[in-house]
Nanobody, 129 residues
Framework: QVQLVESGGGLVQGGGSLRLSCAAS????????MGWFRQAPGKEREFVAA????????DYADSVKGRFTVSRDNAKKTVYLQMNSLKPEDTAVYYC??????????????????????WGQGTQVTVSS
């Protein structure tokens, strides 16, 4: 089974930056793509970004496009979310997720929670105004 461990969350002032990491491990690591989601207090979990392991194809939510960058290090089996120009509305628990089997990249499937079959425990990001 794939295990996902997020790190890098914390408290930052508005306009600042943070980099989240998601390390994947497991006896038989099988992962086609990774996603980042977030959940703010009182709100539903929402898609942030996604990346495929093989080609590095990426997708972003409109709310973070141009500010956040998702990347991966295949050798380290780690995915990163570089967050710049942070705003108070970015405050949330951030989760990474893994999909173990192939699914076509087009069509926006990787924006859906149901696409992923493994989830991390989440890391808190708090942006002060």
């Amino acid at each position: 089974q794939v295990q996902l461990v997020e790190s890098g969350g914390g408290l930052v002032q508005g306009g600042g930056s943070l980099r989240l990491s998601c390390a994947a491990s497991g006896r038989s690591l099988s992962s086609y793509a990774m996603g980042w989601f977030r959940q703010a207090p009182g709100k539903e979990r929402e898609f942030v970004a996604a990346i495929s392991w093989s080609l590095g194809s990426t997708d972003y939510a409109d709310s973070v496009k141009g500010r956040f960058t998702v990347s991966r290090d295949n050798a380290k089996k780690t995915v990163y979310l570089q967050m710049n120009s942070l705003k108070p509305e970015d405050t949330a628990v951030y989760y990474c997720a893994s999909r173990s089997t192939f699914l076509v990249w087009s069509g926006g499937y990787y924006r859906r929670e149901s696409t992923y079959d493994r989830w991390g425990q989440g890391t808190q990001v708090t942006v002060s105004s």
